[in-house]
């Protein structure tokens, strides 16, 4: 088993700047793929950022159409943490965000990829 908490979130003004944290712990070797998927009210959990587990690279990065430029994921192996730099926030990127982890070394985007998760953080960007 892993366990995935993710800190960090809060609320920030249109154009401001959040970093996301996600710490594993327990089975850490069992994963392979970390993903930060995201949850607006009323809409359906949708992929944000993944990046792949290596110990021995910097990892594979795949983000979302409507964030990439603006976000930046990062992972420090040692901690076992993911990071997720939002920058140039706005509005629609108020929202939970989850952190997810997979055991397959992919960078797909479904939720059904990913076996663990974290319980969430709030982002609330104010315009």
């Known amino acids: 088993q892993v366990q995935l908490v993710e800190s960090g979130g809060g609320l920030v003004q249109a154009g401001g700047s959040l970093r996301l944290s996600c710490a594993a712990s327990g089975s850490t070797f069992s994963y392979a793929t970390m993903g930060w998927f995201r949850q607006a009210p009323g809409k359906e959990r949708e992929f944000v950022s993944g990046?792949?587990?290596?110990?021995?690279?910097?990892?594979?990065?795949r983000y979302a159409g409507s964030v990439k430029g603006r976000f930046t994921i990062s992972k420090d192996n040692a901690k076992n943490t993911v990071y997720l730099q939002m920058n140039n926030l706005t509005p629609e990127d108020t929202a939970v965000y989850y952190c997810?982890?997979?055991?397959?070394?992919?960078?797909?985007?479904?939720?059904?990829?990913?076996?663990?998760w974290g319980q969430g953080t709030q982002v609330t960007v104010s315009s």
């Open positions: 997810a982890a997979s055991k397959l070394q992919t960078l797909g985007s479904n939720v059904n990829t990913y076996d663990y």
């Open positions: 990046i792949t587990w290596s110990s021995n690279s910097s990892g594979m990065i």
